[in-house]
């Protein structure tokens, strides 16, 4: 946790230090009985949480230095997981939640577009990060909305493609998640699916 709180420059929930201490020891006892559990998230938190997933693998030479034992990179990702729970105020199932949400959104995106991301992109960086904070307000339940849409008089014309494929999005997110999004969120959306039209890869 101390080496977290250095790397990521955030503050952290104190209930971490037990949900990491229990996750640890489960961890641990799991890997001697050689029983694996394969994150099935693991790309996603690599992509989503590179820095929180640094400080996982920071952490599994902790672990083996202290207990002599080497855990997978599986459970890298997981430690991840716990860091972007205690840094987001929220837990382990919406988290993971969000990363599934984000995969998906992108792939609406890039088969809409017709488009390869390259991550290395200022573009795409930004859009994940909205991507983060859009997911969290979505199992939050706490959407963005003004009560002036005329700020977006034009978007629609402007940016067609990117806002039919910001509707894609909202109609996936309501049958899935029964959460209507609100015009702000769509347009944010919008802008966001628009520059990344202009940078494919």
Not at 12 to 31: E, G, M, P, W
Not at 68 to 82: K, S, T
Not at 132 to 138: A, E, N
């Amino acid at each position: 946790i101390m080496l977290a709180r250095e790397v990521l420059d955030i503050k952290l929930q104190d209930t971490l230090f037990l949900a990491l201490n229990d996750h640890i020891n489960f961890s641990v006892k799991r890997h001697n009985e050689g029983i694996k559990i394969n994150n099935q998230l693991l790309w996603e938190v690599k992509l989503f949480y590179p820095r929180e997933f640094s400080v996982g693998l920071r952490a599994l030479d902790i672990i083996e230095e202290k207990l002599q034992v080497r855990l997978p990179e599986d459970e890298a990702g997981f430690i991840a997981f716990h860091l972007a729970n205690a840094a987001n105020n929220s837990n382990m199932e919406s988290t993971m939640q969000s990363a599934t949400l984000i995969k998906d959104i992108l792939t609406i995106v890039k088969y809409d577009l017709n488009i390869n991301y390259d991550e290395n992109a200022i573009d795409y960086q930004r859009f994940i990060t909205h991507l983060k904070f859009f997911s969290l307000r979505l199992f939050n339940r706490t959407p963005v909305s003004h009560a002036d849409d005329s700020i977006y008089d034009g978007i629609k014309e402007l940016m067609q493609v990117a806002y039919a494929c910001a509707m894609r999005i909202f109609y996936y997110v309501e049958k899935h998640y029964e959460y209507k999004l609100t015009t702000d969120e769509i347009m944010f959306l919008t802008i966001h699916i628009n520059r990344l039209s202009h940078h494919p890869k």
